[in-house]
């Protein structure tokens, strides 16, 4: 297996987990864990939406057969915005705004790259859907900050 997934399976389970390290780890999983749910199940809704109002237009769509829900022939096809990349942005903007160390910046920084490259590594998402779901996840994090 390339070590490129292994770490990324491993930065999408610390998505999951991302609350254990905080000051206060009950309170602000509740708060996380809502707007986890929030942003996925918005982010489910614009992916088929605009892969239903814009057919032809292929950034809209996964760049390969081989990911997501495409496996299962379903109709639900879209990428755009990558909802792993809004997930580790989501997670890495909150831990850099609650622990503002440069510990904390280059491990989010390095998160983020490294689940983008995952990402486009296995042909789940193209580079557009890659920033627009770091763009969201991001943003969603500052503001519920």
């Known amino acids: 297996m390339h070590p490129l997934v ?4 491993i930065l999408t389970v610390f998505i999951l987990v991302c609350p254990l390290v905080y000051k206060d780890p009950y309170t602000f999983a509740k ?8 942003m996925s199940i918005s982010l489910m809704i614009v ?19 081989s990911c997501g829900p495409q496996k299962t022939k379903e109709l639900y096809t879209g990428g755009m915005p ?11 903007t909150l831990l850099s705004l609650t ?6 910046a280059i491990f989010g920084a390095f998160a983020i790259v490294t689940m ?5 590594h296995i042909q789940c998402h ?3 859907q890659i920033i627009a779901g770091t763009l969201i ?6 503001y519920i900050y």
Do not use: E
């Not at 292994?6 to 399976?9: L, Q």
């Not at 708060?31 to 929030?38: D, E, G, S």
């Not at 983008?116 to 486009?120: D, N, Q, T, V």
């Open 6 to 9: 292994v770490i990324g399976n």
């Open 31 to 38: 708060k996380y864990y809502v707007h986890l749910a929030i």
């Open 99 to 104: 622990y503002p160390t440069i510990f904390v």
């Open 82 to 92: 990558s909802g792993h990349m809004a997930s580790i942005a989501l997670c890495c």
């Open 126 to 128: 193209n580079i557009p």
């Open 137 to 142: 996840g991001g943003l969603w994090g500052k």
């Open 116 to 120: 983008a490259a995952f990402r486009y």
């Open 47 to 65: 992916r088929y939406t605009l892969v239903k109002v814009f057919p032809h237009v292929a950034v809209f769509h996964r760049p390969s057969s």
